[in-house]
């Protein structure tokens, strides 16, 4: 079945610099791949998707990009604030739904203003 | 669009008791929904998977018949815990989606077994 690897498992940046999350999937047949931000003691919010067909999504200050070759994508955030704090996840499909995924560890980001 | 809403938000209960936790999508009509649990620090892991008029598929090593689910329309799913324990203390999620589409969360529900 798919597994879904992410690093850092935490990450501290200064207000204003970029922060970048890793994931790793192990499904080929995977084709959507979102990335949740879930604030304490909330729901995950999407902040962004990419589909199998496109390398590179960007939308504001936040970015992802995907290499299906090496099963790998990754989230960028430029310019942080430190409203961009929060436990970020990805996650990867379970085959081709663009339901049913299965989702990474997470990433706690502080950004420290 | 894609609002879900969960009700309630917390509950405590007495060990031995079953809560029900609504899950609602708002403003569309949701073919699938699904109910995660979340541990302190953890990820989600997705307990099953229900459409609407059928009986819902659950993940290996979720108990059916403790965590009771129904989906009785396109808009409302329900969560029942049955004869909850302390260890049932966690953070209920729920989600929905609707055909070729993502799925939208829940705010989450906070479950303290006593």
């Known amino acids: 079945g798919e597994n879904v690897e992410q690093h850092p498992s935490t990450l501290s940046v200064q207000e204003g610099d970029s922060a970048v999350i890793k994931c790793t999937y192990s499904?080929?047949?995977?084709?959507?791949f979102p990335w949740y931000k879930q604030e304490l003691g909330k729901g995950p919010q999407l902040i962004i998707d990419?589909?199998?067909?496109?390398g590179e999504k960007k939308d504001q200050r936040i970015a992802v990009t995907l290499n299906k070759t090496a099963k790998h994508f990754s989230l960028h955030i430029t310019e942080t604030q430190p409203e961009d704090s929060a436990v970020y996840f990805c996650?990867?499909?379970?085959?081709?739904?663009?339901?049913?995924?299965?989702f990474g560890p997470g990433t706690s980001l502080s950004v420290i203003p | 669009g894609a609002v879900v809403s969960q009700h309630p938000s917390r509950v405590i209960c007495k060990s031995g008791t079953s809560v029900k936790i609504e899950c609602r999508s708002l403003?569309?009509?949701?073919?699938?929904m699904f109910w995660y649990r979340q541990f302190p620090k953890q990820s989600l892991m997705l307990m099953a998977t229900?459409?609407?008029?059928?009986?819902?598929?659950?993940e290996q090593g979720v108990e059916k018949d403790k965590f009771l689910i129904n989906h009785a329309s396109l808009t409302l799913s329900t969560l029942t815990v049955t004869s909850a324990h302390p260890e049932d203390s966690s953070f209920y999620i729920c989600?929905?989606?609707?055909?070729?589409?993502?799925?939208?969360f829940g705010p989450g529900t906070r479950l303290t077994v006593l």
């Open positions: 989600s929905a989606s609707k055909p070729s589409d993502t799925q939208y």
């Open positions: 403003d569309f009509q949701a073919t699938t």
């Open positions: 499904d080929s047949a995977s084709n959507y």
């Open positions: 229900s459409n609407e008029g059928s009986k819902a598929t659950y």
């Open positions: 990419i589909r199998s067909n496109v």
């Open positions: 996650a990867a499909s379970i085959g081709t739904s663009y339901d049913k995924v299965i």
